[in-house]
């Protein structure tokens, strides 16, 4: 691959199932007769976002336009394609090898409305039209890590212009106490957008682990309610952080600039391997 050493593996236990990993890393699931099954926990929690986009529990569901930075095995495109028909999708990756892999042993289906491109994340916001987005999904890894040009002002600014007046932001970012990263991107996405919010598991906000958050930002209040109860009733329970439990944990962090803007930690050895 282009950015490391990408694998496909099938599942054992699930016949139509596949594991995407880089360097040894889990990067995405795929179960090609179930876009619906999320393995991952962090997926499930992005999932939680795209369903209650552009809706409220009352409503059906309505076709969205999707962003995904960030292509993997195209987990959530399949997803979105399966509870949002009718829904436009642009997928940008900026591993050219990658996006042929998956499309020669993981096609998507022909009435798939997704396009693929091999873009880096930055470079697509730029070149993407004002308010054209219902939801932008940011799930870019460089191996383990998440670039620095990802994490910035000026990034999240790109991002705000992109997405609609009710448009959201979810990112999936991993960090460990004491949140360094985690509370600057939290910053950051504040300094941006009106309303923002976390979704992790108690363990991870309590420092007892290195673990996956999802951010999630818009200019208009977020569906905390809807949020907490779809993360509250996983298999993993996670916790909606906002308000003042937000605050707590940010206090004191500063937004993020390009020009001092840095990675994503290094994971602890073993945090996200597998055997």
């Known amino acids: 691959m282009d950015f490391g050493a990408a694998k496909l593996l099938p599942d054992v236990d699930r016949p139509h199932g596949w594991l995407l990993t880089v360097d040894g890393a889990p ?62 999708q642009r997928v940008v ?27 880096d994340a930055r470079d697509a916001l730029a070149l993407a039209d004002d308010a054209s987005a219902d939801v932008i999904v940011a799930d870019v890894f460089g191996g383990s890590r998440v670039p620095a040009h990802l994490t910035s002002v000026e990034y999240a600014r790109q991002a705000a212009r992109v997405l609609r007046p009710t448009g959201r932001y979810a990112a999936n970012v991993a960090d ?51 949020l907490a109860r779809r993360a509250a009733a996983d298999p993993f329970p996670a916790r909606v952080a906002d308000g003042a439990a937000l605050e707590r944990l940010v206090a004191g962090a500063e937004p993020v600039w390009d020009a001092a803007a840095t990675p994503s930690p290094v994971p602890p050895s073993g945090a996200f391997s597998i055997s």
């Open 176 to 226: 460990g106490a004491p949140f360094a990263f985690l509370r600057s991107q939290v910053a950051t996405l504040a300094a941006v957008f009106a309303h923002v919010c976390l979704i992790a598991e108690p363990g991870v906000l309590r420092g007892r682990r290195f673990g996956n958050a999802i951010l999630v930002a818009g200019q208009q209040p977020l569906p905390h309610a809807a």
């Open 93 to 119: 990756e900026a591993d050219r090898a990658l996006i042929g892999l998956v499309a020669e042993v993981l096609p998507l289906g022909p009435d798939h409305a997704v396009e693929v491109a091999a873009v």
């Open 27 to 88: 990067q995405s699931y795929v179960d090609l007769a179930d876009p619906l099954h999320l393995e991952f926990e962090y997926a499930r929690r992005l999932g939680h976002v795209l369903d209650t986009a552009g809706q409220d529990d009352a409503e059906p569901a309505a076709p969205l336009d999707v962003l995904h930075l960030g292509g993997g095995a195209l987990t959530l495109p399949r997803y979105v394609a399966a509870t949002r028909p009718g829904s436009r």
